[in-house]
């Protein structure tokens, strides 16, 4: 039986972030967490670590002891990620190390679909968009340069819940930048139709993640 992490990994497994299971350690740590295959090296720059579906399950699971204050080194992360949906009131400041931050979380969903995919796919959704569809469609769109919409404006884009179980709406007001935020979404492996509100007759889009 393989033994359980240490103490030590454990929080830095504990500490991951939970949508894209981005690592923050020392490099021993992540070095041995590669090495027990419960975390892999992204291969581009800047080479972030990113758990496996191995260290997703620990890290999903119950811990065995009282969680313990994050090392400093695990704690560095400054905060966890959450992609544009539009509208939010205290929304992240854009440049160029949010930029970066898209893009390293993006470059992560797709190795997760990778290593979780039979046939080593990117191009399908995974398991965590299919349980998170309003933060994976949010991902895609902001990862592709899509402007998400301010808390006052009507411009941008933005990713609601929808009362069906796998589909999430995507509201602009715009109707070029909804086509061009449905042809980015169709590109990342999503299912979109344009619909009508009866009411407002605003057009917007109902995305799915294809299963094939």
Do not use: N
């Not at 800047?46 to 994050?70: K, N, S």
């Not at 090392?71 to 992609?83: K, L, N, R």
């Not at 039979?118 to 299919?130: F, L």
């Amino acid at each position: 039986m393989t033994r359980p992490p240490t103490t030590a990994q454990r929080r830095v497994i504990d500490a991951a972030d939970p949508i894209t299971g981005r690592l923050r350690g020392t490099d021993a740590q992540l070095a041995a967490l590669v090495k027990r295959g419960l975390a892999f090296r992204h291969p581009r720059p800047p080479h972030d670590h990113f758990l496996t579906p191995a260290g997703h399950r620990i890290r999903e699971a119950e811990p065995t002891e009282p969680a313990a204050p994050a090392e400093p080194a695990a704690a560095a992360a400054g905060g966890v990620f959450a992609a544009r949906i539009g509208g939010e009131e205290d929304a992240p400041k854009t440049g160029p190390a949010r930029l970066r931050e898209v893009r390293g979380a993006w470059q992560g969903l797709l190795e997760l679909r990778r290593m979780t995919s039979p046939d080593g796919a990117v191009d399908r959704p995974c398991a965590w968009e299919r349980t998170h569809l309003v933060q994976a469609a949010a991902l895609a769109l902001e990862a592709a340069g899509h402007p998400p919409a301010g808390p006052d404006s009507a411009d941008g884009y933005r990713v609601r819940a929808t009362p069906q179980p796998e589909a999430a709406a995507v509201h602009e007001s715009d109707g070029a930048r909804l086509r061009a935020c449905a042809a980015t979404l169709e590109e990342a492996g999503w299912q979109v139709g344009e619909h009508t509100e009866p009411r407002t007759r605003a057009r917007y889009l109902l995305a799915s993640p294809r299963r094939a």
